[in-house]
């Protein structure tokens, strides 16, 4: 028999981070404005109030200010902080920073760790992950063309990306160049540490998006002829592509864990209102329309949870889980979409309206689908791992 049961430190831990939510996440929802974040002020007096707590950082270790709780018990926190979209800057493991922290904490020298990490870490600084080009597909990164060329002391950076999410505002870049053209596809390109302010780094603008933006907006970006230290490369040259296996893994189990937690309360929102709203004399709750949907939706949720809380299990005992990853990332972006829609649907007029968060919640989902592999890359990747255990027996 399977021990679902969580360690009462944990339990706690997710009761603190609970009624954090309902005392002070929840109530002000509404001060955030899309594509800038909260006011700055009140963001910055959250995060203080949450350190204080002992829940920054779920997912950097204790030495870094974080919690050091391993990806099962972020898989269960990051539930709870993905009911809001303002929820995870507060509590210090927002993308892309977080992902970009743990890319640190794993190839950074200690020099690095210093400049970039630690500020980073502690929420004192933004940045940015620019792999992205608009020219050529981003489902298959071999083909970028950003170069960086070694002059001297330093590398010059030349190309341009887009959706570089969270650049405006940000303090550097780990950028993706193409540093040997002449060796193996998979080792072309190296990560590259850009402070933003270097010459030749240009924002061209924030790209009119269709879902919230998030703060610092989906760039478009320039590199012209920016020239950064010999230094600044991340982990080994040509290893650009392994970083960021390493870097999109973990980082797309957190968005999953945050979905569920979008697509909990959505559900929520959807019981509720048809148990009040009335309809042809009697509650929607009674229609069996409504109640296929939340079966439905209960069954998709609970399926998301349990292959979410397996792949974080895996990640935890060393597994680089890249079928369940990928599982999870198709199933988890479709599941969110199709309870917010269902959601909406129940609530009418109101749902649509931007008095409830499910319009957001709908425009945000229909991105999951896209960020950190489309949906069929993450089919293409599954089915062709299955079908290669296969290969030869029949
Ligand atoms: C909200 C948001 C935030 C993002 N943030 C960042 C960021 O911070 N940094 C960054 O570098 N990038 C970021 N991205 C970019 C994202 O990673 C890319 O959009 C994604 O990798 C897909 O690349 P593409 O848009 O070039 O689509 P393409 O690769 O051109 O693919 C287009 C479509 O083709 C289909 N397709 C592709 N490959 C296959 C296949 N093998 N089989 C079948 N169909 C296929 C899919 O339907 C896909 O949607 C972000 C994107 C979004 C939407």
Known sequence: MIDFSISPELERTRQSTTAFMEEFVYPIESKMVEE???????ESDLQQRVKA????????????GGMGIGYVGQALLNEIV????????????????????????????????????????????RSCFAMTEPEVAGSDPTSLRTTAVRDGDNWIINGHKWFTSGAIGSTFAIVMAVTDPTADSRARASMILVPTDTP????????????????GG???????????????????????????????GPGRIQHCMRWIGAAQRSFEMMCTYALRRQSFGEPLAKKQTVQNWIADSAAEISAARLMTLNTAWKLDRGDDARIEISLIKFFGARVLHDVIDRAIQVHGALGYSKDMPLEMFYRDARAARIYDGPDEVHRQVVAQRILKTFAGVS
């Not at 800038?36 to 009140?42: S, T």
């Not at 707590?53 to 870094?64: M, T, V």
């Not at 030749?200 to 703060?215: D, E, L, N, Q, Y």
């Not at 760039?219 to 870097?247: H, S, T, Y």
Request: glycine share 12%.
């Open 218 to 248: 989906h760039c478009e970006v320039r590199f012209e002829d920016c020239r950064v230290p010999v230094a600044n490369p991340l982990g080994e040259l040509g290893q650009g592509f392994k970083l960021a296996q390493a870097r999109l």
């Open 82 to 125: 993905g009911r809001s979209v303002v929820a995870p800057r507060l509590f210090g493991n927002a993308a892309p920073d977080a992902g970009n922290a743990e890319l640190l904490l794993v190839a950074a020298t200690p020099d690095q760790k210093d400049k970039y990490l630690r500020p980073l870490a502690a929420g004192e600084v």
């Open 200 to 215: 030749g780094f240009k924002i061209v603008r924030a790209v009119p998006v269709m879902g919230s933006g998030g703060i």
């Open 36 to 42: 800038e974040g909260l006011p700055a002020e009140l």
């Open 53 to 64: 707590l002992g829940l920054w950082a779920p997912n950097l270790p204790c030495e870094w």
